[in-house]
């Protein structure tokens, strides 16, 4: 850079000048502030909010009341919201994953994931969540996306630079939109943000029935799916009460499943699920477990809360099935 | 230094050379005037953040430089822009106007990156990262800017590196 043509530029431009006083500065910066607490505010108050009416109903004179009897009700399909309108060619997906939230009963972050299977390090994707998300590293640029307000991050703690887009999509709804490998630019990552829309991937398990009230707060892939009871703690806590439909790596054996929870000790009770053989057994810590097939043979393992009924059980497996 | 006082530091040190670097990087100046406040105000409202980014400065200009003005600054300020023209006009310099025309005909990044490089006296990896480009691309944005200049502007500006 030459001197001459520091001196000069800068000359050039010395009477631009900003005006603005720096309290009016700090006050439009305070109100960004404010709005941005608000809006992670607002979700909190509503799951605190949540818990103090779960004190009031679990406490009677200072004991925990025996949960309601186990109603089951038809489920809505299980499925991640977003999509993009047109994933770049090469890539395999969506993998899609679901964890509960470690402070509530309810689901936390939702994925959906592409990759180029030639190059795993080349890849996608979505989350969804209920509130803002933080350490998605250095903030390098703000941009609109559908009008929107959403800042680009900037991550160089993995293998490869990593790009995301974050935004409030709607109410309550947070999207990150990432991108590495080839698709590692900010350039790359806000083009795929401003092509998100409305089309939701089902997840490759379903579960059609389940306990009222209870709420989905965990999936992944055709692997598992986890309901929580709202009454219960958060889902992350070792006392949740959970349903959970899993499929254990193949081979597997009906004698695997006394083997594994009672240690061999308790001989399975036999049943009919989805007209095929299936084993049943009261587990440890009051919860039922039952493995059966689905329609093509595939195994898979059910674990329910103890005060369910031996019918209700069955009812539920009856309901896992692939979309 | 309290946060207050040290965004207090950073903005009466910057708040001309980022301006003056988003309106050589072609912006409208009163554009640019919105921009930056904005971007200043979104400084603040993350500064725990924004004060350990390695270049604050570049972290506004790259912020400004892509927002979208509100509506409501939008309006005020088109309201002090009819004031200003009213204001008696200062003559400028011998020269001003050949290098801002020159500035002002390079490819949008050459002027950026020379933006960047003057009035914030960014070096090339910074200037690299706040404009999400290679080194490599800085360096050759730079060289292309700098020859245009050179045989536009002034044949007394000389290249050294």
């Known amino acids: ?32 502030r404010r709005a941005r607490r608000a809006r992670r505010t607002v979700p909190a108050l509503v799951a605190a909010a949540a818990v103090v009416v779960g004190v009031i109903a679990t406490r009677g004179g200072g004991e925990l009341v025996t949960p309601s009897p186990v109603v089951l009700v038809d489920q809505q399909t299980q499925a991640f919201p977003l999509s993009f309108a047109e994933v770049p060619p090469g890539l395999a997906g969506p993998h899609l994953s679901l964890d509960p939230s470690f402070q509530r009963v309810g689901p936390g972050v939702a994925h959906a994931g592409w990759s180029d299977p030639a190059d795993p390090a080349d890849g996608i994707g979505i989350s969804v969540r209920g509130d803002e998300p933080e350490n998605t590293g250095d903030d390098v640029d703000e941009v609109s996306v559908h009008g929107v307000d959403a800042t680009v991050h900037r991550d160089d703690t993995g293998p490869s630079t990593s790009y995301a887009v974050v935004w409030e999509r709607a109410d309550d709804q947070w999207v990150t939109v990432s991108g590495a490998g080839r698709f590692g630019s900010e350039e790359a990552v806000v083009r795929l943000a401003r092509s998100v ?78 007209g095929r053989p299936a084993f049943l057994l009261p587990g440890a810590e009051g919860s039922w477990y039952l493995q059966a097939e689905l329609g093509d043979g595939t195994v898979f393992v059910l674990q329910v809360p103890g005060d369910l009924t031996r019918d209700q059980v069955r009812e539920v497996a009856e309901g896992v099935g692939r979309p | ?61 790259r912020v400004a430089l892509n927002h979208h003005v509100s509506r409501w600054r939008r309006t005020r300020r088109e309201v002090a822009l009819t004031a200003e023209v009213e204001r008696p006009l200062v003559a400028d310099p011998p020269g001003r106007d050949d290098l801002m025309r020159a500035v002002a005909a390079l490819p949008e990044r050459q ?29 050759t944005h730079l060289h292309r800017a700098l020859t245009a200049l050179r045989a536009t502007a002034s044949a007394d500006l000389e290249v050294c590196s």
């Not at chain 1, 006392?239 to 081979?251: C, D, E, G, H, I």
């Not at chain 2, 919105?34 to 725990?48: D, K």
């Open chain 1, 1 to 32: 850079m030459t001197t001459e043509l520091r001196t000069a530029l800068t000359a050039a431009h010395a009477d631009v000048v900003l005006g603005d006083p720096l309290d009016q500065v700090v006050r439009r910066g305070r109100r960004i």
């Open chain 2, 1 to 61: 230094m309290t946060p207050e006082e040290s965004f207090a530091e950073f903005y009466a040190a910057r708040k001309d050379p980022c301006l003056r670097a988003v309106v050589a990087s072609g912006t409208d100046r009163g554009a640019a005037e919105e921009a930056v406040a904005e971007a200043f105000a979104r400084a603040w409202a993350a500064w725990p953040k924004v004060s350990r980014h390695p270049s604050p400065s570049a972290w506004v200009v």
């Open chain 1, 197 to 274: 829309v409305d089309r939701p991937a089902v997840v490759p398990l379903q579960l059609t029935s389940a306990p009222r009230g209870w709420v989905l707060v965990a999936y992944k892939d055709d692997r598992i799916v986890t309901f929580a009871d709202p009454a219960g703690p958060p889902a992350t806590a070792a006392r949740a009460r959970t349903l959970s439909v899993s499929l254990p790596q193949p081979p597997s054996d009906p004698a695997d499943l006394s083997r594994e929870v009672t240690g061999g000790r308790v001989q399975p009770e036999q049943l009919t699920v989805h």
């Open chain 2, 111 to 139: 002027r950026q990156v020379i933006a960047l490089r003057v009035f914030l006296d960014l070096d090339t990896k910074q200037t690299a990262d706040a404009l999400g480009l290679s080194a490599g691309t800085v360096t």
